[in-house]
């Protein structure tokens, strides 16, 4: 377990710490500042209104964090290959796995230091609404899963094409389309055609839980369906990095 | 005498054929707020009022259906309020009324924005002319401040500048250090 440690111990820190990923954490804080912003200046904002702040909120972070996911991911194998750092990868003690293991562990450092960034944008801006702390709790349980899917989706893909720039525009995709809910109105969500794609797209699944539980006040625990979903998501794009970096040839 | 008999006859003609063949008129709803309610209730408070449909006709009232109604009355601000973020209940059904029987409703209200409101109660039957209202109740919602400048401020400024600021400093490390 230590080979899968170092490794994310390494991408984390060259994300962290170069200026890369401090340019990605300043851009997802301007971002957060502009909604900020936008509602100083609304003085006859509803309970809703500010709800409705903080669900969109965490709908830009979970997507922020998918993005530089993706990024990420695309970078994990076919980015070795271009540097010619493939080889000696795989010729660690570190089993398959185990290096995708490592690599999503780099993500999961990334998302956590975006999710904590986020969290005085919501203190500032939904402490006096409504459903603060199980809007946060829901964003950590759901983004999580959902953040670290496509970050295992561009690594598969990754280790699929010869080139990260195809790996990244091919995952970008599937994002976009993925989070074009968060764009969509509930009215054409509602169609046959979008109650089916609501149904398997985990990232609806996610902006639907912190609808239920910022806006509509429902229990976390009731959000377990979306969780599942969630998790099944996590676990089918493990299996496709792990699938995929089994295929990559020394 | 006979004119003032003949006049009543056919006062009384007009009113059975206004009544309509099989249709119940007298349908009455009292409406009253629930005395948990708070005194002063603000923006986020629950509220609850409470209702009685009373079928006070011979006959009974088939399909009765009874619906809340809100309406914002602060001058200028005069208005409907959707009641999908406000009430979780916003309408009753009951297949049958039997002449007397009363109909209790509780109806609870989320309180989610500021104003003067009235809320109203009407209730219809499929063998009830027209729309049966209970008298206005009226409530104000206080203000609660659902955004705080001092917060959003200092936050939305602070945080690139504090990210901006690292960025610069380790971007001039690095470049002294390959220097």
């Known amino acids: 377990m230590k080979g899968p440690l170092l490794l994310a111990r390494k991408e984390s820190a060259e994300l962290l710490l170069g200026s890369r990923g401090w340019v990605w954490l300043l851009a997802m804080s301007a971002v957060l500042s502009v909604f900020g912003l936008l509602l100083v200046s609304d003085t006859e904002l509803s309970l809703l209104d500010n709800a409705q702040v903080v669900y969109d909120m965490a709908g830009t972070v979970t997507a922020l964090g998918a993005a530089l996911a993706v990024v990420i991911g695309s970078d994990a194998i076919a980015g070795e290959r271009e540097r010619g750092t493939l080889v000696p990868l795989l010729l660690t003690p570190m089993s398959r796995p185990e290096i995708v293991l490592g690599k999503i562990g780099g993500q999961l450092a990334a998302w956590t230091v975006m999710y904590m960034i986020s969290l005085p944008y919501f203190w500032a801006v939904g402490s006096n609404g409504q459903n603060l702390a199980a809007g946060v709790a829901i964003v950590g349980w759901l983004g999580t899963p959902v953040v670290l899917g496509f970050g295992l989706l561009a690594i598969g893909l990754s280790c699929r094409t010869a080139l990260a720039r195809t790996s990244l525009l091919t995952t970008l995709i599937i994002l976009i389309l993925s989070a074009s809910p968060i764009l969509l109105g509930p009215s054409l969500r509602q169609s046959a055609v979008g109650k089916a794609f609501d149904a398997v797209n985990p990232f609806s699944g996610a902006l639907n839980a912190y609808d239920l539980v910022l806006i509509d006040s429902m229990p976390l625990a009731a959000q377990w369906p979306y969780f599942l979903v969630a998790l099944a998501w996590l676990g089918l794009m493990t299996w496709f990095a792990v699938g995929g970096i089994r295929r990559v040839q020394r | ?179």
């Open chain 2, 1 to 179: 005498m006979i004119m003032r008999n003949l006049s009543i006859v056919a006062m009384l003609l007009t009113a059975v054929l206004l009544a309509a063949p099989g249709y119940a008129q007298n349908l009455t709803i009292d409406l009253a707020p629930a005395r948990s309610n708070p005194s002063a209730p603000k923006m986020g408070d629950h509220l609850a009022f409470e209702s009685v449909i009373t079928n006070t006709s011979s006959t009974p009232v088939d399909g009765l259906i009874a619906w809340i109604s809100l309406l914002r009355v602060d001058p200028g601000r005069e208005q409907p309020m959707d009641l999908e973020d406000w009430s979780a209940q916003k309408a009753v059904a009951e297949t049958r009324v039997e002449p007397g029987q009363s109909i209790k409703t509780l109806w609870p209200v989320r309180l989610i924005q500021s104003g003067d409101y009235r809320v109203v109660i009407s209730a219809l039957g499929r063998n009830v002319e027209g729309v049966t209202t209970s008298r206005f109740v009226e409530f104000a919602v206080l203000p609660k401040r659902v955004v705080e400048s001092s917060r959003i401020l200092p936050v939305a400024l602070g945080m690139p500048l504090a990210i901006g600021t690292l960025l610069i400093w380790r971007l001039r490390r690095l470049r002294r250090r390959s220097a």
